[in-house]
């Protein structure tokens, strides 16, 4: 999602300052940023409503706009019970007979209001309170049945809000949704993405590249539902999330939000995110509904910046960019968000092919589906695929099954859809399907029976147990790219030098969409966090017992130098120095960049360091997505890859510098070498260069690992009889490792169609003691190997087919197969894009 810059910046909105009286829910009375983005073309005044609204607004305004500390405290548990459900799929299904009676009994205004999602900010005075007479307009006039955003991004009194105040928040719009208008509960929506990273407290895990990079779908399990928990807490029921776009253009902003570049390493994770975040979410309430996103096919922008068109032949979105959403669907997901822009020019928000053909009829998705920000008022006001709004709705209601418009700000759907129905453009039915999809979606939520917070839940927020979850996905996605001498692990009784924008905070390591939309402010800084963190220094001298010797050195843009003299002197007297270099943080159209290198300063840093010292150097990167390093991996000895490790990343990553914990994270990504590489993946076709910085899946330990040659069950591989490949794998010592193992395939040939260089099929991470061996057995069937045509027909081609085993961290694992079948024999069809 994506919020109009002067309106986040302006920080100009949303609080609650009005005690909240209780009351009981009553069913019978309740019956009677997503990814949220605002438009980049155009943006709103810097107040606290958009012109464009006629809602009352007339507040006498006395606030400075700067924000406080919510001064909320509490002491979390230690330790907390939950219901780790792993019973059938739990997901969205046929519509209920008392949801269809209930619709029935709705006004055409109410089904509208039921279909309307509006920005916190809306709601919200000059003051930074809730502006209850904006509240009831659009509930009781409007009969707007949805929420969303947190109040500490739209101007809010306090920037991160706990759970107390937000539920206060939430609650008192609930009351009012109970009171007038339709008296339906209202559902809100919150970009808990990678944890609850808008609610105060929230266990913040590391970014979706650095969950992927685990290679373990039980930490994207995990990050799903603490986030849900937290977020419940805070009176939401609904995550825009987990993110699902393949990161093929390595230069775009939201690389860091997904699961990498790989379909079925990404596959994988978000079957696991989604089963976190919802479990059994029709009956356990610290469960939300989740929003995969952004559907589809966002990730490969064709110039690298946010939005930027898609070019991508329909096949190949078969073959690469479905699985992920595919395998959240199957998941259960209860919602989806559609993707911003165009693919190939045409609009993803107004197209049948997309919206409806593909979604609804070949992936089988029955649940509700919501927009982006703005994303359909946009078509004619940025992308100009509609004359006026009223025409961008009605197209999109007419060859869509969307069933919400993040509007976000005003009435304009509503009058709209209004309108377009009672001229006979829209018919009734169609409101009445997408009225029907988002009041049983609130069913099940359990919102009729119970629409309030569960206070209860904030005192498990932010608890040991949870940070615990977090650092543990941490020690698992740290990746070691590079170790020459021996450099790591840093030993406790070394005179070590620590130097660098990254070693010392908190803020950048949780980057983009932490604390707010862009991360905490300049002013804000760390303190922000009040205690909900560390640093890699923190945890540094957590190891070692005392404060190390750190300098800052550059500003995290590289625009000025600190202490140079002093480190240069230091690093002569040191035996090792360590270097942390990174980004800042961003999220969308603000991160876009056009040169992947990172800032000069940053660079010349580690030159400076090099030419004054033959002391080992270690480099740590902290970045949210693989940025340009020119010649300093020659100039260093160690690359350690933290990603964006979250706020408890500090430990972790010092526990990997220190040998505490064997990295055993490998790259979800390709990491580009150059410009001109920022689009390669290991699935790109087999003739094409892949020379890149690192590959996909690589990484290193501090054990030396030592592999079998593979063994398959039958040389032929046909339709309907899966063999086995098995490679035994062993710790020759001298630490515990856990290892990730990867099976990939590569067809020696292919007829018309180019093979990939290699295709990711399986993987499985092992523990390994010192001196233990494992046998890794996967399975492989043809069906996994049959592609997509561009009659959008899935089927194989009979070749030879190389079965390897982590082509690029250890060579010649491979054994051949060969891939028998009738190329006539039609695996799946996909539905008609024209």
Same mark, same amino acid.
């Given at each position: 999602?994506?919020?109009?810059?002067?309106?986040?910046?302006?920080?100009?909105?949303?609080?609650?300052?009005?005690?909240?009286?209780?009351?009981?829910?009553?069913?019978?009375?309740?019956?009677?940023?997503?990814?949220?983005?605002?438009?980049?073309?155009?943006?709103?005044?810097?107040?606290?409503? @958009?012109?464009?609204?006629?809602?009352?607004?007339?507040?006498?305004?006395?606030?400075?706009?700067?924000?406080?500390?919510?001064?909320?405290?509490?002491?979390?548990?230690?330790?907390?019970?939950?219901?780790?459900?792993?019973?059938?799929?739990?997901?969205?299904?046929?519509?209920?007979?008392?949801?269809?009676?209930?619709?029935?009994?709705?006004?055409?205004?109410?089904?509208?209001?039921?279909?309307?999602?509006?920005?916190?900010?809306?709601?919200?005075?000059?003051?930074?309170?809730?502006?209850?007479?904006?509240?009831?307009?659009?509930?009781?006039?409007?009969?707007?049945?949805?929420?969303?955003?947190?109040?500490?991004?739209?101007?809010?009194?306090?920037?991160?809000?706990?759970?107390?105040?937000?539920?206060?928040?939430?609650?008192?719009?609930?009351?009012?949704?109970?009171?007038? $208008?339709?008296?339906?509960?209202?559902? #809100?929506?919150?970009?808990?993405?990678?944890?609850?990273?808008?609610?105060?407290?929230?266990?913040?895990?590391?970014?979706?590249?650095?969950?992927?990079?685990?290679?373990?779908?039980?930490?994207?399990?995990?990050? $799903?539902?603490?986030?849900?928990?937290?977020? %419940?807490?805070?009176?939401?029921?609904?995550?825009?999330? @987990?993110?699902?776009?393949?990161?093929?253009?390595?230069?775009?902003?939201?690389?860091?939000?997904?699961?990498?570049?790989?379909?079925?390493?990404?596959?994988?994770?978000?079957?696991?995110?989604?089963?976190?975040?919802?479990?059994?979410?029709?009956?356990?309430?610290?469960?939300?509904?989740?929003?995969?996103?952004?559907?589809?096919?966002?990730?490969?922008?064709?110039?690298?910046?946010?939005?930027?068109?898609?070019?991508?032949?329909?096949?190949?979105?078969?073959?690469?960019?479905?699985?992920?959403?595919?395998?959240?669907?199957?998941?259960?997901?209860?919602?989806?968000?559609?993707?911003?822009?165009?693919?190939?020019?045409?609009?993803?928000?107004?197209?049948?092919?997309?919206?409806?053909?593909?979604?609804?009829?070949?992936?089988?998705?029955?649940?509700?589906?919501?927009?982006? #920000?703005?994303?359909?008022?946009?078509?004619?006001?940025?992308?100009?695929?509609?004359?006026?709004?009223?025409?961008?709705?009605?197209?999109?209601?007419?060859?869509?099954?969307?069933?919400?418009?993040?509007?976000?700000?005003?009435?304009?759907?509503?009058?709209?859809?209004?309108?377009?129905?009672?001229?006979?453009?829209?018919?009734?039915?169609?409101?009445?399907?997408?009225?029907?999809?988002?009041?049983?979606?609130?069913?099940?939520? $359990?919102?009729?029976?119970?629409?309030?917070?569960?206070?209860?839940?904030?005192?498990?927020?932010?608890?040991?147990?949870?940070?615990?979850?977090?650092?543990?996905?941490?020690?698992?996605?740290?990746?070691?790219?590079?170790?020459?001498?021996?450099?790591?692990?840093?030993?406790?009784?070394?005179?070590?030098?620590?130097?660098?924008?990254?070693?010392?905070?908190?803020?950048?390591?949780?980057?983009?969409?932490?604390?707010?939309?862009?991360?905490?402010?300049?002013?804000?800084?760390?303190?922000?966090?009040?205690?909900?963190?560390?640093?890699?220094?923190?945890?540094?001298?957590?190891?070692?017992?005392?404060?190390?010797?750190?300098?800052?050195?550059?500003?995290?843009?590289?625009?000025?130098?600190?202490?140079?003299?002093?480190?240069?002197?230091?690093?002569?007297?040191?035996?090792?120095?360590?270097?942390?270099?990174?980004?800042?943080?961003?999220?969308?159209?603000? $991160?876009?960049?056009?040169?992947?290198?990172?800032?000069?300063?940053?660079?010349?840093?580690?030159?400076?360091?090099?030419?004054?010292?033959?002391?080992?150097?270690?480099?740590?990167?902290?970045?949210?997505?693989?940025?340009?390093?020119?010649?300093?991996?020659?100039?260093?000895?160690?690359?350690?890859?933290?990603?964006?490790?979250?706020?408890?990343?500090?430990?972790?990553?010092?526990?990997?510098?220190?040998?505490?914990?064997?990295?055993?994270? %490998?790259?979800?990504?390709?990491?580009?070498?150059?410009?001109?590489?920022?689009?390669?993946?290991?699935?790109?076709?087999?003739?094409?260069?892949?020379?890149?910085?690192?590959?996909?899946?690589?990484?290193?330990?501090?054990?030396?690992?030592?592999?079998?040659?593979?063994?398959?069950?039958?040389?032929?591989?046909?339709?309907?009889?899966?063999?086995?490949?098995?490679?035994?794998?062993?710790?020759?010592?001298?630490?515990?490792?856990?290892?990730?193992?990867?099976?990939?395939?590569?067809?020696?040939? %292919?007829?018309?169609?180019?093979?990939?260089?290699?295709?990711?099929?399986?993987?499985?991470?092992?523990?390994?003691?010192?001196?233990?061996?494992?046998?890794?057995?996967?399975?492989?069937?043809?069906?996994?190997?049959?592609?997509?045509?561009?009659?959008?027909?899935?089927?194989?081609?009979?070749?030879?087919?190389?079965?390897?085993?982590?082509?690029?961290?250890?060579?010649?694992?491979?054994?051949?197969?060969?891939?028998?079948?009738?190329?006539?024999?039609?695996?799946?069809?996909?539905?008609?894009?024209?």
């Amino acid at each position: 999602m994506r919020y109009a810059p002067l309106l986040y910046l302006s920080q100009s909105m949303i609080a609650l300052s009005a005690a909240i009286v209780a009351v009981k829910a009553n069913n019978a009375s309740a019956s009677s940023q997503a990814d949220e983005s605002a438009s980049s073309s155009f943006s709103y005044p810097t107040l606290d409503k @958009p012109e464009t609204s006629t809602a009352p607004y007339n507040p006498q305004c006395t606030w400075d706009g700067v924000q406080t500390l919510d001064q909320v405290f509490w002491t979390p548990k230690d330790t907390y019970s939950y219901q780790n459900y792993k019973g059938p799929i739990v997901g969205p299904g046929q519509i209920d007979e008392d949801i269809l009676a209930m619709v029935q009994s709705l006004t055409l205004e109410e089904k509208v209001g039921q279909m309307t999602q509006i920005q916190v900010g809306n709601i919200a005075d000059c003051n930074g309170n809730i502006n209850v007479t904006a509240v009831e307009w659009f509930i009781d006039t409007w009969k707007v049945g949805s929420f969303l955003e947190s109040p500490g991004n739209h101007g809010g009194k306090y920037s991160w809000y706990s759970p107390k105040e937000f539920a206060d928040f939430t609650d008192a719009i609930q009351k009012i949704a109970l009171s007038k $208008g339709s008296k339906i509960p209202m559902i #809100w929506g919150l970009d808990s993405v990678r944890g609850a990273n808008y609610v105060k407290g929230g266990t913040m895990f590391p970014s979706g590249t650095g969950t992927a990079a685990t290679f373990n779908p039980q930490r994207a399990y995990d990050a $799903g539902r603490i986030a849900a928990k937290d977020s %419940r807490s805070a009176g939401t029921h609904w995550a825009f999330g @987990p993110v699902l776009d393949l990161a093929v253009n390595k230069l775009w902003s939201r690389t860091y939000e997904n699961f990498g570049e790989d379909p079925y390493l990404s596959s994988k994770m978000a079957h696991e995110s989604v089963r976190g975040y919802q479990g059994d979410y029709k009956n356990d309430r610290t469960r939300v509904a989740t929003s995969i996103k952004h559907f589809i096919a966002y990730g490969y922008p064709f110039d690298g910046s946010d939005r930027a068109d898609r070019r991508i032949a329909a096949h190949d979105l078969l073959e690469y960019y479905l699985p992920p959403f595919q395998a959240a669907v199957d998941a259960g997901a209860a919602t989806v968000m559609e993707a911003y822009s165009a693919i190939n020019q045409e609009a993803v928000a107004l197209s049948e092919y997309y919206l409806k053909r593909l979604l609804r009829d070949q992936m089988g998705f029955k649940g509700m589906m919501v927009t982006d #920000w703005a994303e359909v008022n946009n078509q004619a006001l940025m992308y100009f695929t509609a004359k006026d709004v009223k025409e961008a709705n009605s197209i999109a209601l007419d060859q869509t099954t969307i069933d919400m418009m993040m509007v976000p700000y005003d009435e304009t759907f509503s009058k709209a859809a209004i309108e377009l129905v009672k001229e006979g453009v829209i018919p009734m039915s169609r409101i009445d399907e997408s009225a029907a999809r988002i009041l049983q979606l609130k069913k099940d939520l $359990g919102l009729f029976e119970q629409p309030y917070a569960d206070r209860s839940l904030a005192e498990t927020v932010g608890s040991p147990q949870d940070v615990e979850a977090a650092r543990n996905a941490v020690r698992e996605s740290v990746t070691l790219l590079q170790n020459n001498n021996k450099a790591l692990p840093l030993s406790t009784s070394e005179n070590v030098l620590f130097v660098g924008p990254t070693i010392n905070t908190t803020r950048y390591m949780g980057g983009g969409w932490n604390f707010h939309w862009q991360g905490p402010t300049d002013a804000e800084g760390d303190a922000a966090y009040q205690g909900f963190g560390d640093t890699i220094l923190k945890g540094i001298e957590q190891i070692v017992g005392k404060t190390p010797e750190y300098y800052l050195g550059t500003d995290i843009h590289g625009e000025n130098y600190t202490d140079v003299k002093s480190i240069l002197k230091a690093a002569k007297k040191a035996d090792k120095v360590v270097v942390g270099l990174g980004e800042h943080s961003y999220a969308e159209e603000i $991160g876009n960049i056009y040169n992947m290198t990172l800032p000069v300063k940053q660079l010349d840093l580690v030159r400076q360091i090099a030419s004054a010292t033959d002391k080992p150097i270690v480099l740590v990167l902290v970045e949210g997505r693989p940025r340009g390093l020119e010649e300093i991996p020659e100039l260093v000895d160690a690359v350690v890859d933290a990603y964006l490790p979250g706020a408890y990343g500090g430990l972790p990553v010092a526990e990997i510098l220190y040998g505490k914990t064997n990295p055993s994270g %490998r790259l979800p990504i390709t990491y580009p070498a150059n410009e001109a590489t920022t689009s390669d993946t290991i699935w790109q076709p087999a003739y094409m260069s892949y020379k890149p910085r690192w590959a996909f899946g690589y990484g290193l330990g501090y054990s030396d690992i030592s592999y079998t040659n593979v063994t398959l069950s039958s040389n032929t591989l046909t339709f309907g009889a899966p063999i086995t490949a098995s490679v035994t794998v062993t710790n020759n010592g001298p630490y515990p490792q856990k290892e990730p193992v990867m099976l990939f395939t590569h067809q020696q040939y %292919r007829h018309i169609y180019v093979p990939e260089l290699y295709r990711l099929r399986n993987f499985q991470k092992v523990d390994l003691a010192v001196g233990e061996s494992k046998t890794v057995t996967f399975s492989l069937t043809a069906e996994e190997l049959a592609f997509w045509d561009k009659k959008l027909q899935k089927r194989i081609e009979p070749a030879p087919v190389n079965v390897v085993i982590n082509p690029f961290t250890v060579a010649n694992i491979t054994a051949v197969v060969d891939l028998q079948g009738d190329t006539s024999h039609i695996v799946a069809q996909g539905v008609s894009y024209a």
